[in-house]
């Protein structure tokens, strides 16, 4: 199955992107009446079969739509500081869009090596890994903000953040509920500073664990998106 | 808290190797007293100092040794195909050691694209990940042999065949036995073919499902061992 993209994809308007049609006649080969999907990253995910070969506007026609294609009961939302290197941070992307997520917050941290992050290769990757996947909504990213900016944000459902200093921990595993929103803050190389944790346990924020092993950033905020993937699958 | 490797490493031999020795004393600017630990991959964590700032002969002093060092109740083999792009799969080597691995086999299969893997890279990212996530055991990572031979292989334990085939198959997170030994096959990226899912349900590999997401080959290697470490620590 073979999923194309198009953010303005709509039965007023079924046609492929020049990128996206120019992969799917050229380097696939499709022709006239062979059937594939098409997602606006909306949540919509289209049956369709192609109606022109015209790589400039290839029109298709629309068999069934999909609405609310594999909605989840759930949302996840990290808010992570990017890794020094951007590849760890790339990465990152594409495997949490591949697991479930909906939201990706950056965060400049105190002990943040790096403070700004393109987001525009980013975006190319989610909606790679959104096409690969056979997933419908396109998860937002958001450009990098002060962690004391984000930690301001009045948000809803449950808020989790996952430090590497002493204290009392609960499991995320075990503090999550089934079918809510989650936000989850994971920091930098250098984990939050002190007075980071004390200003998110006051803002409502509850001191997680992601397991024993003591994890990298990216494979930290993969594992926590995981978990919260996972509680809901059980 | 850094973490020096040498397999050599004993009571009666404690001398870094030259490379590591050259991190320590160049790159960190340790000097003669400084504290350090040192593991030899399998078990030993020695807490020691620097007694020597020699490159090419660097003594230290063992201050204490921890035998079985993290030691696990239980132990996870994956045996996956490795992917197209090498890439993929020595990032799985690194993120499957650091959220926990013992043993990694390679497996050439009918879909597979790469029937080739040079391994020694794929060590030195073990050993590097073991180092950064403070652990005293190195996985053993073995070379691609064919999925027919690999699944002649007698092992102790729970088996599981993680594959994308109609059927009825159960979550790896039910299926898993805490406190077990496990090992999980991964396909390549076309999945395994149904002669090969037949012959590991014939050998006794129990049908399992990693969850509702089309997942990479590497990404699904990875979300498997995530998965048998964490209902190892719930």
């Known amino acids: 199955m073979i999923v194309f993209y198009n953010p303005q994809f709509s039965p007023a308007t079924p046609i492929l992107p020049e990128e996206e049609a120019r992969h799917g006649i050229k380097v696939l080969r499709m022709n006239t009446g062979d059937t594939l999907h098409v997602t606006d990253g909306k949540g919509n995910m289209y049956e369709a079969e192609i109606a022109s070969t015209d790589i400039k506007k290839c029109r298709v026609a629309i068999r069934h739509i999909h609405p609310e294609f594999g909605k989840k009961p759930y949302s996840i939302h990290l808010a992570i500081a990017p890794t020094k290197n ?135 905020g993969m594992a926590g998106c995981h978990i919260l993937n996972l509680i809901n699958n059980s």
Chains 1, 2 share one sequence.
């Open 86 to 220: 951007a590849d760890r941070t790339e990465w990152l992307v594409e495997k949490c869009v591949e697991l479930g997520i909906d939201e990706i917050s950056f965060i400049a941290c105190e002990r943040s090596e790096r403070r700004v992050f393109k987001t525009d290769r980013l975006e190319k990757i989610a909606v790679a890994a959104m096409k690969q996947s056979i997933k419908a909504y396109l998860p937002h990213i958001h450009e990098v903000i002060p962690f004391r900016q984000f930690i301001e944000k009045p948000l809803d459902g449950q808020k989790f953040v996952a430090h590497l200093e002493e204290g009392r921990r609960e499991l995320l595993q075990k503090a999550a509920i089934r079918q809510h929103s989650y936000c989850l803050l994971v920091g930098p190389e250098g984990d939050f500073s002190p007075a980071e944790i004390a200003l998110a346990l006051e803002k409502g924020y509850v001191p997680v664990s992601l397991g024993e092993s003591r994890l990298r950033t990216e494979t930290a």
